[in-house]
Structure formats: C-alpha cells, structure tokens
C-alpha cells in the first residue's frame, strides 16, 4: 500500500512498501501534464529505473523499456488517447564522465522538443549543463517499519519551472 506522509501541493513524501505501489505512484505521474525534465536520484537500487519503465508504460508504451545505462538516451514517442504523438526521453547519466559530452550526442534537442518530457537517472552528474528540471524525485532504500520487506522512501518536489506550468502534487493519492 502506499503511503502519503507529507501534504503539499509543491511537496510530496511518499513510502512504496511493494512494486504495485511503484506502479500505481508511475500511473499518476503519467495523468500529470508533465513535459521538460524529471530528475530521478537514488542510490543503486533505490527504483529509478523501475519507476520509469512503469511509468512509460502507464503513458501508453508498449514495448520493452531498456535501461539507457550505455547509450546514455532511449528515446520513445508514444501515441496519446488524442492520436498526438508524447516524445518522451529515458536518460541515465550514470556513466556521463564530462557533462559537455551531452553536448555532442544533441541532448539539448531533447529538451527543447516542444511537449517532450525527459526522465533522467543521475542528473546530478550533469547539473552544471542541464536546465532546471520541472520536478525532482528523490528515492531511497528504507526498511519497513510494519515488515522485514525493504520500502522505498520518495520525495516529490516541483521546481519554480514545475510550480509555474501550474503542477499540483497533493493529486497524488492512492
């Protein structure tokens, strides 16, 4: 079951005691009307990718989801309810040694694609370079206090870019 702990429209605290909760919670990221960047951080392990794939899938993505680890970016357009067409960008920096190097693979197109919306792993290793996202998600690994189970700790919070598009967290309710 999912846990709210903190309410806020700006702020969300969340505690994912199973991977149903991490799908429910990417299902109700996907009803958001998000585009521009997601910073996903976490240590090894904590749920980024996971949540990611679920979320993909929640926005209509039917085929695999691969962990962008060596290539730097997946890219997806899924095709919405309305037959547009959501670019949606998988990015893990991880690996990045010099945050320049986004420059040469184009990443700058990414964010500047009208609508897009760009997940990314690590961005942290590339701050310095990448604009400031629209939200950050922050995941960390917790023991349960109810069970011996590993629960995932997630903190949901709107940058100024997110809190101007008009974004409302207090939504996210199981």
Known sequence: MLNSTMED????MLTLYSEADTQRLA???AALPLSGSVWLAGDLGAGKTTLTRYWLQA???SGAVKSPTY???EPYSIQQNDDSIKPVYHADLYR???PEELS???????LDEPNALVIIEWASRADSYLPPPTMFIDMTQANSADTDKEARQVELRLSKAGQAQGLDLSSLKI
């Open 9 to 12: 429209k700006n702020v969300k």
């Open 104 to 110: 040469f693979i184009g990443f700058d197109e990414y």
């Open 71 to 73: 290539t730097l970016v």
């Open 59 to 61: 926005l209509g993505h």
């Open 96 to 98: 990045l040694q010099d």
């Open 27 to 29: 299902a109700q990221l």
